[in-house]
Protein backbone atom coordinates (compact mmCIF):
# COMPACT_ATOMS: atom_id res chain seq x y z
CA UNK A 1 0.00 0.00 0.00
CA UNK A 2 1.82 3.41 -0.95
CA UNK A 3 2.20 5.92 1.51
CA UNK A 4 -0.78 8.64 1.94
CA UNK A 5 -1.60 11.67 3.74
CA UNK A 6 -5.18 11.59 4.60
CA UNK A 7 -6.60 9.21 7.56
CA UNK A 8 -10.80 8.69 7.85
CA UNK A 9 -12.26 8.19 11.19
CA UNK A 10 -11.43 5.09 13.97
CA UNK A 11 -12.40 2.04 12.13
CA UNK A 12 -14.07 -0.20 14.03
CA UNK A 13 -12.01 -3.96 13.35
CA UNK A 14 -8.44 -4.85 13.26
CA UNK A 15 -6.36 -7.98 11.99
CA UNK A 16 -5.15 -7.86 8.48
CA UNK A 17 -3.55 -9.76 4.90
CA UNK A 18 -1.71 -8.30 2.60
CA UNK A 19 -2.06 -9.79 -0.96
CA UNK A 20 -4.56 -10.20 -3.95
CA UNK A 21 -5.48 -13.78 -2.34
CA UNK A 22 -5.03 -14.52 1.27
CA UNK A 23 -7.27 -16.77 2.65
CA UNK A 24 -8.47 -16.80 6.82
CA UNK A 25 -10.48 -19.26 9.22
CA UNK A 26 -11.28 -19.36 12.54
CA UNK A 27 -11.74 -21.97 14.73
CA UNK A 28 -13.99 -22.13 18.22
CA UNK A 29 -13.59 -23.87 21.41
CA UNK A 30 -16.08 -26.29 22.10
CA UNK A 31 -19.54 -24.67 23.67
CA UNK A 32 -19.07 -26.21 27.42
CA UNK A 33 -16.02 -23.73 27.53
CA UNK A 34 -16.28 -20.77 25.67
CA UNK A 35 -17.60 -18.15 27.85
CA UNK A 36 -21.17 -16.72 26.15
CA UNK A 37 -20.04 -13.09 25.46
CA UNK A 38 -16.93 -14.57 22.79
CA UNK A 39 -19.91 -15.58 20.30
CA UNK A 40 -21.30 -13.63 17.77
CA UNK A 41 -24.47 -12.10 18.75
CA UNK A 42 -26.41 -15.62 17.44
CA UNK A 43 -24.50 -17.61 19.73
CA UNK A 44 -22.02 -19.17 17.24
CA UNK A 45 -18.42 -18.96 17.14
CA UNK A 46 -16.12 -16.70 14.22
CA UNK A 47 -14.15 -19.35 13.73
CA UNK A 48 -13.28 -21.11 10.11
CA UNK A 49 -11.86 -19.97 6.76
CA UNK A 50 -12.61 -16.73 5.57
CA UNK A 51 -12.56 -14.52 2.27
CA UNK A 52 -11.33 -11.15 3.00
CA UNK A 53 -11.94 -8.19 0.57
CA UNK A 54 -10.31 -5.10 0.65
CA UNK A 55 -10.43 -1.70 -0.62
CA UNK A 56 -8.19 1.12 0.11
CA UNK A 57 -7.01 4.09 -1.92
CA UNK A 58 -8.74 2.61 -4.83
CA UNK A 59 -6.60 -0.46 -4.84
CA UNK A 60 -8.77 -3.45 -4.32
CA UNK A 61 -7.34 -7.14 -2.94
CA UNK A 62 -8.39 -10.45 -2.15
CA UNK A 63 -6.97 -12.49 0.60
CA UNK A 64 -8.06 -16.20 2.51
CA UNK A 65 -6.95 -16.14 6.55
CA UNK A 66 -7.87 -19.03 8.57
CA UNK A 67 -9.04 -17.52 12.04
CA UNK A 68 -8.99 -19.52 15.68
CA UNK A 69 -11.24 -18.39 18.03
CA UNK A 70 -10.79 -18.96 21.84
CA UNK A 71 -13.09 -17.83 24.02
CA UNK A 72 -12.66 -13.74 23.10
CA UNK A 73 -8.88 -14.28 21.45
CA UNK A 74 -8.60 -14.46 17.91
CA UNK A 75 -5.15 -16.12 16.35
CA UNK A 76 -4.55 -17.42 12.95
CA UNK A 77 -2.68 -16.80 9.23
CA UNK A 78 -3.32 -14.96 6.58
CA UNK A 79 -2.01 -16.03 2.89
CA UNK A 80 -1.12 -13.21 1.52
CA UNK A 81 0.38 -14.17 -1.76
CA UNK A 82 4.18 -13.49 -1.14
CA UNK A 83 3.81 -14.92 2.60
CA UNK A 84 1.41 -16.57 5.33
CA UNK A 85 1.25 -14.15 8.17
CA UNK A 86 0.40 -14.78 11.88
CA UNK A 87 -2.32 -12.55 13.15
CA UNK A 88 -3.74 -11.87 16.89
CA UNK A 89 -7.12 -10.50 17.47
CA UNK A 90 -10.16 -10.44 20.09
CA UNK A 91 -13.95 -10.64 19.86
CA UNK A 92 -16.10 -8.41 22.08
CA UNK A 93 -19.87 -9.14 21.29
CA UNK A 94 -20.56 -8.02 17.52
CA UNK A 95 -17.22 -6.13 17.47
CA UNK A 96 -13.95 -7.55 15.60
CA UNK A 97 -10.34 -6.68 15.83
CA UNK A 98 -7.13 -8.04 14.62
CA UNK A 99 -3.83 -7.48 13.69
CA UNK A 100 -0.71 -8.52 11.67
CA UNK A 101 2.65 -7.65 11.04
CA UNK A 102 4.48 -7.73 7.27
CA UNK A 103 6.22 -5.85 5.15
CA UNK A 104 5.95 -3.87 2.33
CA UNK A 105 9.13 -3.00 -0.44
CA UNK A 106 11.55 -3.62 2.37
CA UNK A 107 9.65 -1.58 4.85
CA UNK A 108 7.60 -2.97 8.12
CA UNK A 109 3.91 -3.18 7.68
CA UNK A 110 1.43 -3.56 10.41
CA UNK A 111 -2.34 -3.70 9.24
CA UNK A 112 -5.32 -3.51 11.95
CA UNK A 113 -8.59 -4.85 10.74
CA UNK A 114 -11.91 -3.41 12.85
CA UNK A 115 -15.15 -4.52 12.15
CA UNK A 116 -18.93 -6.28 13.15
CA UNK A 117 -19.90 -9.49 12.88
CA UNK A 118 -23.26 -8.97 10.70
CA UNK A 119 -24.30 -12.45 10.19
CA UNK A 120 -22.85 -15.79 10.89
CA UNK A 121 -21.13 -15.36 7.38
CA UNK A 122 -20.14 -11.83 7.18
CA UNK A 123 -17.69 -9.61 8.95
CA UNK A 124 -17.00 -5.62 7.61
CA UNK A 125 -15.41 -3.05 8.58
CA UNK A 126 -12.09 -0.93 8.45
CA UNK A 127 -8.62 -1.85 7.76
CA UNK A 128 -5.72 0.27 8.29
CA UNK A 129 -1.91 -0.14 7.27
CA UNK A 130 -0.71 1.72 10.17
CA UNK A 131 3.11 2.71 9.02
CA UNK A 132 1.62 4.22 5.55
CA UNK A 133 -1.43 5.74 7.55
CA UNK A 134 -3.85 4.33 4.65
CA UNK A 135 -6.97 3.39 5.59
CA UNK A 136 -10.08 1.71 3.76
CA UNK A 137 -12.87 -1.26 4.07
CA UNK A 138 -12.82 -4.81 4.33
CA UNK A 139 -15.71 -7.16 3.89
CA UNK A 140 -15.38 -10.75 4.76
CA UNK A 141 -17.31 -14.02 4.25
CA UNK A 142 -17.31 -18.07 4.90
CA UNK A 143 -14.66 -19.49 2.47
CA UNK A 144 -16.04 -22.22 0.51
CA UNK A 145 -13.78 -25.10 1.16
Given at each position: ?P????R??AA?L??????P????A???P??D???????AANG??I???W?VH?V?Q???R?Y??????E???????C????R???LA????G???????KS???G?P?T???????????K???T???EE??VE?D????????
Amino acid sequence: MPPSTSRRAAAPLASSCEAPTTTCALTSPSADTAPTNALAANGESISGKWQVHTVAQGNERNYTCTLTQEADTLSGTCNTGERTVQLAGKVDGKKVTWTYKSEYNGSPLTVVFKGAIESPTKIAGTVLAEEFNVEGDFKIGRAHV
